[in-house]
């Protein structure tokens, strides 16, 4: 399978590429760097991406910048970093490769636990979150040609400790629950789902 995994430099998306690359092509993919640049809050720059890519079978995104903050030097500026970066940088990625997607393929885009249980500072994160959910939920039942679409919702990551003080009595999920997640939503038969992988 050809795997396009876009974050592939990023704590998520270092892992998933060491899991999958022994079975399977990966393309990565990173603003700063990787096989392939690609900006996602660039619709064009996107675009771009999948026409070097060409045909592929497989999109996994761990790319997905929020502002992570206090709430109240939150404003629409901060705002509109998840806005454009997590919540269109996904649903663009699904807009245009939807043209370049094989028959049958998939896109696994990453969400997280705090669309259902918010956190301090992460306000931006929550929001995103719950309209990439609701976007995989309608984009299932418009795509064509058997190409399936789930959401990964992971609680904080054992790889991200960092965080671990901003999600008190959150057991983080394992990088291989993880890993998991996002082989049920590759090789599995759902779609329209959001993947909790713990
Ligand atoms: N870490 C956790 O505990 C956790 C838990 C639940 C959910 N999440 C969510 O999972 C996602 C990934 O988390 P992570 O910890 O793996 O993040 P990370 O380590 O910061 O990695 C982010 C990746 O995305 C790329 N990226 C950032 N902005 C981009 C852009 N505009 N266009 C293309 N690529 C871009 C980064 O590479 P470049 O800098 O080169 O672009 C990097 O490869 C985030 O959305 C986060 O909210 C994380």
New binding site residues.
């Given amino acids: 399978m050809k795997i396009i995994i876009?974050?592939?430099?990023?704590?998520?998306?270092k892992y998933l590429t060491s899991a999958f690359e022994k079975e399977h092509e990966i393309v990565r993919a990173?603003?700063?760097?990787g096989d392939i640049r690609?900006?996602?809050?660039a619709a064009e720059s996107i675009e771009n991406m999948y026409r070097q890519v060409g045909a592929f079978d497989s999109l996994i995104c761990?790319?997905?910048?929020?502002y992570v903050g206090p709430w109240k030097k939150m404003t629409d500026k901060e705002f509109r970093k998840g806005i454009e970066?997590?919540l269109m940088?996904q649903i663009n990625l699904v807009l245009i490769g939807q043209h370049y997607i094989n028959p049958k393929g998939s896109f696994s885009l990453?969400t997280?636990?705090l669309s259902n249980e918010p956190q301090l500072n992460f306000a931006n994160?929550s929001a995103a979150n719950g309209a990439v959910e609701a976007f995989v939920r309608a984009a299932a039942i418009e795509l064509e040609n058997g190409i399936r679409i789930n959401a990964v919702s992971?609680?904080?990551?054992e790889n991200?400790p960092h965080?671990f003080p901003f999600f008190p009595g959150d057991i983080p999920v394992t990088m291989q629950q993880l890993e998991y997640g996002f082989r049920k939503s590759i090789f599995g038969a759902n779609t329209g789902q959001v993947i909790k992988p713990y």
């Fill in positions: 876009v974050g592939a430099s990023g704590t998520m998306g990173a603003s700063k760097g690609v900006d996602i809050t761990t790319a997905g910048p929020t970066g997590k940088g990453i997280g636990a994160a992971p609680t904080v990551i991200s965080y």
